[in-house]
């Protein structure tokens, strides 16, 4: 069979031009096999009804076996020719016939490096569009992020208004110095607090060394 795939008429056909014929080839011969069946069929018949025949039903068998040997090399080489023919002339699209959804490669003829090119720059285009997707989950994310964050500010905004206004209604001033002040306070204590511990550790040294 040709070797030639005929990507084309199978574009045209649905199917390949090759296959085609393998499917007729195995039909003829399908159909050559019953046919020696019956004819072996008939002829067992016949020696049957005729007395004193001495021919066995295996004799039979080696001689219907040999003719279909016979047959079927005959046969391929006709469906070789007739292959030949039918790929050539009624299978086979002409070099210089278009089929009409190729047509728009007539009106925009392009070589295999301008296809190529194409090719590449899609390629890019879907890493960018890959990338670009990323890039949009990751914004997405940090978005999410920067409300939780608003939110947990909004509650501490509101958490300092409660104290100022406590603060004022006590009469303490404005909340900001205030807090200022006890930041203060609060840094004086803690550096006391470390002196104390050092004091203390000394003082526990010089017990042990006593």
Not at 36 to 62: A, F
Not at 133 to 158: D, F, G, H, S, T
């Amino acid at each position: 069979m040709s070797v030639d795939p005929m990507i084309y008429e199978a574009q045209f056909f649905g199917f390949t031009p090759q296959t085609c014929m393998l499917r007729v080839y195995t039909a003829f011969q399908d159909y050559l096999f019953e046919m020696m069946l019956v004819v072996e069929g008939v002829m067992l018949k016949k020696l049957d009804g005729i007395p004193g025949c001495k021919i066995s039903p295996s004799k039979i068998r080696k001689c219907t076996e040999k003719f279909l040997l016979f047959m079927k090399e005959h046969f391929d080489k006709l469906f070789s020719k007739m292959e030949e023919v039918l790929l050539q002339l009624v299978l086979n699209i002409p070099k210089n016939v278009l089929l009409p959804e190729d047509k728009v490669q007539e009106q925009y003829p392009y070589s295999e490096e301008e296809f190529q090119a194409l090719q590449d720059e899609l390629q890019q285009l879907q890493q960018q569009c890959r990338a670009e997707a990323v890039l949009e989950q990751e914004l997405r994310a940090e978005l999410e992020e920067q409300k939780v964050v608003k939110a947990e500010l909004e509650k501490i905004l509101q958490c300092f208004d409660g104290l100022e206004n406590i603060c004022r209604e006590h009469g303490a001033g404005n909340f900001k110095e205030s807090f200022a002040l006890l930041t203060q306070s609060s840094k004086k204590l803690q550096d006391v607090l470390k002196e104390v511990e050092e004091k203390s550790k000394k003082m526990n040294q010089h017990d042990q060394l006593m």
